[in-house]
């Protein structure tokens, strides 16, 4: 009978609940909105970063971590190498010298981390050959080729075929120079690589430094690989230290908190502007029919018959409206996922914070329900206040305004 | 059998301030039956008397009691129970609830009372088919004269099977034909329903037709006439 009653009453002024269910619509679908645009930013940052610089899983020595010194090398890295190579979760694995140096042109120097890297297994595991954008990869140049970025030649003033000069200490803590010359400039999607690191073949690097050590394997790993599992695996074939990308850059928890926290303030600010609107208009309904909800008091309606009456019937609305916003905040995430959203106009300021200028909405599927939720219990709470001003209306007084 | 009794009944608004006395000191019982109407100038106290039969005001004095039960002692839930399940109410704007059908307004009533379907379709039927009005009954409220919607508003009144009608001038917005008519159906209702009519009226027409007419005068009983 409350649900007749409740239905019915939603369609007596079909305007006033078209304005309600609509605000929840666009509420819903702006929320989809905003939190898949949101889910976007943190998938193409950890997505570049994953990609192009910390791949998922690295391993290192552990004093290295602390002390980035060259005689802190990786153990057994053949042993791991053997290992890991027959596992078809892992896409490829790159093994670098890694070393802190100088480089000098002829107007200027910079420091710089000097990864020594095997050609192929660096450009599957970060895709360095497709970040060329000047000159050729290891391939043209016979005698110590190397690879910088375009910010860091422009800070130097070199072009392709210019000659440089690394300075760095070898294994015997002597300092040793050798002039180098590039064959490839680089824009990583990773700032802090376009920042200064440059890459040099392993085998140049190992004997200038007269050694051949190995400070840090990176890992990637195959779409839909366990990357705990595998940290896991990787642990326990080493004394290594082994840690996933999370573990390596905390701005990754840090992004994943924030994103979390934001996109709780967003649902919130939305809600809450919904929750207006709906107390707004139900008070309205119920003011307007002061004297029928006398009436039904007066003939015996419970008070709570006519509070569940004024609540089911907003929830009716936000049961209508949810899915609705849901749906259509669905597609226009499918549609969007599959085109991208082109934000061009800020690509400069973008980059700088290591994002592509196309983002790609996203959303997990488990989050609809969870909205689904959310709505029913906004419109729930926003109908409390006009319930129970209708159950506090004095049966007499619509007797008395007969 | 007595339905209504009052004793010493009064009501005074505003007994802090300036105290208006619309109810004094009424003595009343009315017998299972009955088709009464309370007349009387505007403002002798007609309606407040009602209310106060009705169980939605409170007397400042004295005591109503329905089958022999003393309203004034209810509790707020209560006395809703016993207005659901004792008196139906007639309005004089016939108060339907105008997004239900002329037989969901009569039936609601039953379904308040909890009814199981069979019995408040027979019901349903049954009183609009008396009533004259079986023919409008998927109608809403809107779509009826106000003869009709009045003729909606005493089925449903009728319909709990209350132990007596409140009707608060039930015929102030009605044509002559279909008061006429109006109470032509209730008086019927009344002998075959053995239902008990109490109204508040000053309609000449009415007033024929009561078989009892209590008067008031500033709040208390001057004539009281068996016909």
């Keep these: 009978m409350i649900f007749t009653l409740s239905w019915k009453n939603i369609w007596r002024s079909k305007r006033r609940s078209f304005v309600v269910i609509g605000a929840i619509v666009l509420g819903v679908w702006s929320l989809i909105f905003i939190i898949a645009f949101y889910n976007s930013f943190g998938a193409a940052f950890t997505r570049n970063a994953i990609n192009h610089e910390h791949s998922h899983i690295q391993v290192h020595n552990s004093d290295y971590i602390t002390e980035p010194d060259l005689k802190y090398q990786l153990k057994d890295v053949d042993v791991m190498k053997v290992a890991l190579d027959s596992l078809s979760s892992i896409k490829s694995i790159s093994a670098r010298q890694k070393i802190n140096g100088m480089i000098a042109s002829t107007k200027t120097s910079a420091g710089v981390q000097i990864y020594g890297v095997n050609e192929q297994a660096e450009s599957i595991t970060t895709g360095l050959e497709d970040q060329l954008v000047e000159g050729t990869y290891f391939s043209k140049i016979r005698r110590n080729p190397i ?139 119920v003011l307007e029919r002061t004297k029928e909800i006398g009436m039904l008091r007066s003939v015996g309606m419970k008070k709570r018959s006519v509070f569940s009456m004024v609540v089911m019937e907003t929830c009716l609305m936000g049961l209508m409206a949810g899915p609705l916003g849901l749906l259509l905040g669905f597609l226009t995430i499918s549609w969007l996922s599959d085109r991208g959203m082109d934000l061009s106009m800020y690509a400069d300021a973008l980059k700088e914070y290591g994002y592509d200028a196309i983002f790609y909405p996203e959303m997990d599927v488990v989050t609809y329900p969870s909205l689904m939720i959310i709505v029913i219990l906004t419109a729930f709470i926003g109908a409390i206040y006009p319930a129970i001003k209708a159950i506090s209306l004095n049966p007499l007084e619509a007797i008395r305004k007969i | 059998m007595t339905v209504i009794q009052t004793k010493n ?106 009814c199981d379907k069979a019995y408040r379709d027979k019901r349903t039927l049954d009183i609009l088919e008396k009533m004259g009005i079986r023919d409008q009954m998927n109608r809403r409220p809107a779509q009826l004269s106000g003869g009709q919607q009045q003729r909606v508003a005493v089925a449903r009144a009728l319909a709990s099977s209350p132990k007596f009608i409140l009707a608060d001038e039930p015929t102030a917005n009605l044509d002559t034909k279909a008061t006429e008519s109006l109470l032509d159906i209730m008086a019927q209702m009344n002998k075959e329903e053995k239902a008990t009519f109490i109204f508040s009226t000053h309609d000449q027409r009415v007033i024929d037709k009561a078989k009892r007419v209590i008067t008031l005068e500033d709040g208390r009983i001057i004539s009281d006439e068996n016909r």
């Design chain 1, 147 to 285: 690879l910088i970025s375009r910010k860091l030649a422009d800070k130097l003033k070199v072009k392709i075929r210019s000659k440089v000069v690394l300075t760095f200490q070898d294994i015997e803590a002597n300092i040793t120079s050798a002039s180098f010359r590039v064959e490839g400039i680089f824009d990583s999607k990773s700032p802090k690589i376009n920042e200064g690191v440059i890459y040099v073949r392993q085998s140049d690097l190992n004997r200038l430094v007269n050694d051949k050590g190995i400070h840090e394997l990176a890992i990637l790993l195959n779409e839909g690989a366990e990357i705990d599992e595998m940290k896991v695996f990787v642990s326990s074939i080493t004394d290594n230290t082994v840690r996933t990308y999370k573990e390596i850059a905390p701005e990754f928890n840090l992004m994943e908190e924030s994103s979390v926290m934001t996109k709780r303030i967003l649902t919130v600010i939305i809600m809450l502007a919904l929750l207006f609107g709906i107390v707004n208009t139900m008070l309205m309904a």
């Design chain 2, 9 to 114: 009944l009064k009501k005074v608004y505003n007994p802090e301030t300036i105290p208006v006395v619309a109810v004094d000191d009424v003595d009343l019982a009315v017998e299972e039956g009955e088709f009464t109407a309370v007349v009387g100038p505007s403002g002798c106290g007609k309606t407040t008397l009602l209310n106060m039969i009705g169980g939605l005001d409170q007397p400042t004095g004295g005591t109503v009691s329905v089958g022999g039960e003393e309203i004034g002692r209810m509790s707020q839930s209560q006395l809703t129970d016993f207005r659901l399940n004792n008196i139906g109410f007639v309005f004089q704007s016939y108060n339907l609830i105008p997004v239900l059908t002329a037989r969901e307004n009569v039936e609601f009533i039953m379904l308040l009372q909890k």
